[in-house]
């Protein structure tokens, strides 16, 4: 890893070079001990890329998140840029000449972005509640899995310090109060605008972009995560157009893909 970090927030990159050939990819281990939203978002990032048809290889790492410049999984490694989470790469390949909105117009984008802010302000509350908050899930899946990679005291001195952390956040969001039913019903919501936006298309604008690679993200990573209960895949389940909507990115973007 280079010892200078570079945070990248901005547009402000090294446009000349172009993408290197041996990204590296980092993320927790996706077996023992990832969790829900950051597996969201990991497949998210590694959807995007593969869109972008951009080479990369992932670098498992049981620190990924102490590792980032954000604290935030996944990141990627290019070059001398280390770049965190889905937005700030978007913006980082865009800035290298590859963009999959160049067919969008202004409103359209200004759709997207809306769309992406209500996934990453209620999809990711939600599944942070559901991981964190919930006491089944936190006892028979969150804490044996977040503590999994580390020896005993140290996994659950860290399991509880990410609890805090995150609830911190919950609060601040006015999340930590909602009932369990309060959440699914937030997240129905959301699935409800996205259906109504994707309506009989294959992608949410015609081509895919970076809405598609989120949405595919957190509906698939639902879909395969194991919780003690199923209402929150019950949830989801329900709009049809979605779930053809990610079985068609899957098939595409990962059947033949390793």
């Known amino acids: ?15 000349e ?4 050939n041996d990204t590296k990819l980092y993320m927790p ?24 048809n951009l080479p990369y290889r992932v670098e498992y790492r049981k620190n990924a998140e102490f590792m980032s410049p954000s604290g935030r999984v996944p990141f990627i490694q290019c070059g001398k840029y280390l770049i965190p989470e889905l937005d700030h790469i978007v913006t980082f390949v865009n800035n290298k000449g590859k963009s999959l909105t160049g067919h969008l117009n202004d409103k359209q984008k200004s759709d997207m972005r809306a769309d992406l802010s209500l996934i990453n ?19 028979e899946v969150t804490i044996p899995r ?20 995150v609830i911190a956040r919950l609060k601040a969001l006015q999340w930590y109060d909602k009932s369990i039913e ?44 194991k919780l003690p209960y199923t209402a929150l895949w019950d949830t989801v389940k329900s709009y049809h ?18």
């Open 241 to 258: 157009n979605l779930i053809a909507h990610t079985d068609r990115i899957n098939s595409l973007y990962f059947s033949k893909k390793g």
């Open 146 to 165: 977040y503590s999994s990679v580390y020896p005993w005291p140290l996994g659950t001195v860290l399991s509880y310090s990410k609890r805090s952390e």
């Open 29 to 52: 281990y996706d077996v023992e001990q990832i969790l829900l939203a950051d597996n969201a978002n990991c497949v998210a990032v590694q959807t995007f890329l593969r869109m972008c």
């Open 17 to 20: 070079e172009e993408w290197a």
């Open 182 to 225: 309060e959440v699914y019903n937030e997240v129905d919501k959301v699935c409800s605008n996205l259906s109504t936006r994707l309506e009989k298309n294959q992608y949410f604008f015609g081509k895919p972009t970076e809405l598609d690679a989120l949405v595919f993200g957190h509906l698939h990573t639902i879909y395969t995560t």
């Open 121 to 139: 302000n209620v999809l990711v509350n939600a599944e942070l509640y559901l991981t964190w908050v919930e006491p089944v899930t936190l006892k």
């Open 1 to 15: 890893m280079p010892q200078i970090v570079k945070l990248i927030h901005c547009a402000f990159f090294a446009e």
